[in-house]
């Protein structure tokens, strides 16, 4: 009997460029949404897309009227990663066979959190405030050294040697970045240096998974 194993690589590439564009696409949406003042991609936290608060908090002005968009795109990105994940992690050996997939799955569910629990006054007054947090640094970590870890694993993947170094490269920026750049650039910014840098790899990798002859990984190297 033939390996499934070509069958799950059909769908690895798309799931991971479904997953990147529902997250840019709602977010372009959401922000458009804001009703009460435009929403900056510079200042503002990734997360207040996703918030059902209106009003003032901590000198932000908050008011996302899709915000059930954002966060339902939180939530499907999260799957789709974790899904292609489990399909690339069936394509490797040793320590990368388990750990593409954990890294694919800690990112669903610090997804489902960030979704789950915005940032806002509720946060404090019901002591949540800790699994916004593990959502937000979670996603940041587990995404970043998914990419990083996939790119060690180019051999194994059949993936070119420059989406290999690029994947470690988008993987490292993201990681370096938040401890690097919070609190003397924009917060929004520095989100989403770290938020971007693992979509790039999602994205660029979900591409060339499509384009590899038959939709197939290509052969297992060591």
Request: one cysteine or more; charged letters at 10%.
């Amino acid at each position: 009997m033939a390996s499934p194993t070509p069958v799950v690589a059909r769908w690895a590439g798309p799931a991971l460029i479904a997953a990147v564009l529902v997250d840019l696409i709602a977010e372009a949406v959401v922000a458009a949404a804001w009703d009460r003042r435009p929403y900056s991609y510079l200042d503002d936290y990734v997360n207040f897309l996703g918030s059902p608060f209106t009003g003032e908090w901590r000198g932000y002005l908050i008011s996302s009227p899709l915000w059930w968009l954002m966060s339902i795109a939180w939530i499907v990105s999260g799957v789709l990663l974790a899904a292609a994940s489990v399909a690339l992690g069936r394509r490797l050996t040793g320590w990368r066979r388990r750990t593409v997939p954990a890294l694919g799955s800690a990112q669903a569910i610090a997804l489902v959190l960030f979704a789950v629990f915005p940032l806002g006054p509720a946060r404090f007054d019901d002591g949540t405030l800790v699994l916004y947090l593990i959502g937000a640094f979670l996603s940041i970590i587990a995404g970043n050294a998914l990419a990083i870890v996939t790119g060690l694993s180019g051999g194994q993947l059949g993936l070119p040697r420059w989406l290999a170094v690029t994947s470690v490269a988008a993987g490292a920026v993201g990681l370096i970045n938040i401890p690097v750049t919070y609190g003397w650039v924009p917060t929004g910014l520095a989100e989403r240096i770290s938020l971007y840098s693992y979509l790039c790899w999602a994205l660029i990798t979900g591409i060339a998974l499509i384009h590899t002859q038959h939709g197939a990984l290509g052969p297992k190297s060591a």
